[in-house]
């Protein structure tokens, strides 16, 4: 809960890319905001103060995505999609002075209202095939 309130921070994208899962398999997808390139993702952030010295990660900040329900133009592609904000929605999340209770509300309707998706070459999970090709729409 402390993170939500007051470790609020913002990760810069271009796209996302989600796996459907259908008969044939899963096949990713990039998505991103119809009308914003690039965007941002309403995050927190926390530092790992509870783990044991030696302990890889230990005293390292580490953040996450938040998640919510999709939108209606990505919905039969997963049952989730990550929180992201417009430009104003953004400046609202990371204000240290907006109070919490609003905070749910700024994810709810600080979103984009339209998004695009393109199937995309299943190559994408293989750290090897890190090349923009691959975000090619394919048929």
């Known amino acids: 809960m402390k993170a939500f309130e007051r470790q ?6 271009d796209y ?3 796996w459907q899962r259908g008969e044939g398999g899963k096949q990713p997808f990039a998505i991103r905001p119809s009308e914003a390139q690039p965007f941002f993702f309403a995050g927190i952030w926390s530092k790992a103060a509870k783990l044991p010295d030696d302990h890889p990660a230990s005293g390292e900040v580490t953040f996450a995505i938040l998640t ?3 939108n209606d133009d990505i919905a039969h592609i997963h049952n989730r999609q990550p929180q992201v904000l417009t430009a104003e929605a ?12 609003h905070l749910s509300e700024i ?3 600080g979103r984009y209202s339209s998004y695009e998706s393109w199937p995309i070459d299943k190559r994408v999970g293989k750290p090897s095939e890190d090349h923009a090709a691959i975000l090619e729409p394919i048929a």
């Open 8 to 13: 609020r921070c913002l990760v810069a994208a």
């Open 16 to 18: 996302w890319i989600e």
């Open 68 to 70: 919510g329900e999709p």
């Open 90 to 101: 953004l400046r609202a999340w990371i204000d240290p002075d907006t109070e919490p209770a």
């Open 107 to 109: 994810l709810f309707d």
